[in-house]
């Protein structure tokens, strides 16, 4: 074993001149490039000029080449200055990487407007200096790549400046300017144009279909398995996204709130992503990345709720006020094409919830059945405000009736108004019933969440027509007051003596009904009948209690006889002037006359025979 050391030893001698062979033999290799290292660096420099990208790549790659041998040839050598040999081969080469810090920037220019590049609306050669960008980068990662794969299988050499992923930096660069297309066109805030978003998502919206159909055209101009078009489509779509939640998280206005949901319902359909020239697979790229969360949707539905719960609280505080407005300016009211007084208030009130259904469809079909129930939930508080707004104005009226010349057209216009209301509110239900059935049957999944929502808004409008219904009663009964109350002295007078030897009483009631009667045609035709039968109602009763109390008492068959003829003729003229009044084209209620009900009381009270009167007293009664 003694003569290997000697041998290992006389070999080291052999192995230094073959590393001194080798130095020398990259040394001369790469003589012409480091006797003209200042000549092609100046022509380089030209060439990225004149913008020969491919050019200045081949020389810097020549350089680079003479460089990394030496510096290999280096680190493979034993020698103590070692490191003192690779700073001045580094420092040698320094102007080269000024030159690959040149050619990356232009190269970044051109691939961060490729599709510029591509739509042919750059100075240059358009498609093909991306090409040439795109093939430098791809040189470029299979150098990246060599130098990888020998430090994987054990080599510590790595140039300067590698790896350079210039692959990744393109990708980069290509996101970096489809941000600043997205967000980039916003050119206003809300200080300047309070329709600034609508204004900035049409603009997103014509920008991300143009870029994405020249993203299109640009697919040849890289290498198959960049899957440009792909990688440009979720770039488009992770910066809208990005950008939209960014706007979510800021305080919005009612408007602003309307565009942002609205446009993100469009985002999938024919007008954006959706469109066919495209061909993306939308439904798969929205279930993989929402545009905005659940969470985060939920949050800005509940505001959408809340902010139209108090615009249409607003809303109707302003329609009533307005309506108050009209009351007192003693105008009488507009009738309709069938001669009905009426306002504006229930096309208001229901055009606001029209309008209101309507813009929460462009938000989300999910908001509907909130919005429809908050609106019904304020039309009930509206109801009863109503109802004591024209409470109140009764009130004043009766405290001096001279005021109010139009009390009673104006009275006829708000039991009409409420007339409508139920009208409207019964048209409405159907709607709901069918719409909302209609969408459990179309959606499963929505329908168990939606069958509560369902049902609770049905039990709202229920009791809101309850509501409006009983604010009808009260303003027939104000009606009916107002007329009793001119009425009161004449009915005061039957069963007098003054009524028993003819005094105008009956005939002043039948007049002063006939009077009113012109401003109550102008009811709608349920309401009409409804204030006839209580008018018809009370006056029958005022002689029904006459005769109970015993207003006027007789003392003689003639004096009862006397009685009994007037009661028949007075129920005559009643039953006539009833009958008059209900003989109408657009009355088809039916109508109980009980004006007869005198009549009979009239045969009782004639009877000669006074045993038979107390028995058929009875049996009236009965």
């Known amino acids: ?71 290999f040839e280096v680190h493979k050598s034993d020698s103590p200055n070692k490191d003192y040999e690779k700073n001045l081969l580094v420092t040698f080469f320094i102007k080269v990487d000024e030159l690959v810090t040149d050619l990356s920037s232009n190269m970044w220019f051109v691939i961060g407007r490729a599709l510029e590049m591509v739509k042919g609306s750059e100075s240059g050669s358009g498609p093909q200096e991306l090409v040439s960008c795109i093939r430098i980068v791809e040189r470029e990662e299979r150098i990246d790549n060599y130098y990888l794969d020998k430090k994987a299988r054990g080599s510590a050499f790595m140039p300067p400046g590698r790896p350079r992923q210039w692959r990744k930096k393109a990708f980069e660069v290509l996101e970096k300017t489809v941000w600043s297309r997205v967000e980039g066109n916003q050119l206003e805030d809300r200080s300047l144009n309070k329709a600034w978003l609508a204004r900035y998502l049409e603009v997103c919206r014509k920008v991300i279909v143009d870029d994405l159909q020249l993203a299109r055209a640009a697919v040849p101009c890289f290498p198959p398995d960049y899957q440009i078009y ?96 009209d009351w007192n300016k003693h105008v009488r009211p507009d009738e309709d094409n069938f001669g009905y007084f009426y306002t504006s208030l229930p096309n208001i009130m229901f055009g606001m919830l029209r309008d209101t259904v309507t813009l929460a469809k462009e938000v989300s079909v999910e908001v509907i059945p909130s919005v429809i129930n908050l609106t019904i939930e304020e039309f009930f508080i509206f109801a009863n405000k109503y109802k004591d707004a024209f409470t109140a104005y009764r009130n004043k009226y009766f405290e001096n009736r001279s005021t109010f010349r139009e009390f009673t057209s104006t009275m006829v216009a708000i039991a009409n108004n409420l007339q409508t209301c139920i009208e409207s509110t019964d048209k409405y239900m159907q709607q709901v019933r069918l719409s909302m059935e209609s969408d459990e049957q179309q959606d499963g999944g929505v329908a168990g969440r939606r069958a509560v929502s369902r049902q609770q808004i049905i039990d709202n409008i229920d009791r809101l027509n309850a509501r409006w219904s009983s604010a009808v009663g009260v303003a027939v009964n104000y009606l009916l007051e107002e007329i009793c109350e001119d009425l009161s002295p004449h009915l005061a007078e039957l069963f007098s003596r003054k009524w028993i030897v003819g005094c105008s009483a009956p005939e002043t009631i039948c007049m002063t009904v006939q009077d009113y009667y012109a401003d109550h045609r102008h009811l709608r035709p349920a309401t009409r009948c409804a204030l006839l039968m209580d008018l018809q109602f009370r006056i029958v009763g005022e002689y029904l209690k006459a005769i109970d109390s015993r207003r006027l008492t ?29 003989d109408t084209d657009d009355i088809n209620e039916p109508f109980s006359l009980i004006c007869s009900l005198i009549s009979s009381c009239g045969e009782v009270i004639s009877l000669r025979d006074k045993s038979l009167l107390t028995l058929e007293v009875t049996t009236f009664s009965r």
């Open 1 to 71: 074993m003694t003569p290997f050391p000697q041998l290992r030893e006389k070999m080291r001698e052999l192995r230094d001149a073959n590393a001194r062979h080798g130095q020398y033999a990259a040394a001369m290799e790469n003589l012409k490039h480091i006797f003209n290292i200042t000549k092609t660096i100046q022509d380089t420099k030209v060439a990225l000029d004149q913008g020969k990208l491919l050019v200045a790549h081949k020389n810097i790659m020549d350089l680079e080449l003479a460089r990394d041998e030496l510096l």
């Open 230 to 325: 792909d990688r440009f489509v979720h770039m488009y779509h992770n910066c809208v996204c990005k950008r939209l939640r960014e706007i979510a998280a800021e305080q919005m206005e009612k408007s602003e709130l309307v565009q942002l949901l609205s446009w993100i319902q469009t985002y999938g359909g024919e007008e954006l992503l959706g469109n066919r020239r495209l061909q993306i697979n939308t439904a798969a790229l929205l279930d993989d990345v929402p545009v905005l969360s659940r969470s985060t949707l939920n949050s800005l539905y509940d505001s959408f709720v809340e902010m139209t719960r108090r615009d249409m609280k607003n809303w109707l505080d302003k329609t009533l006020s307005a309506e108050k407005d």
């Open 554 to 582: 007789f003392a003689t068959y003639e004096e009862r006889a006397a009685a009994g003829s007037r009661m028949k003729a007075d129920a005559q003229r009643l039953e006539a002037l009833f009958k008059q009044l209900i």
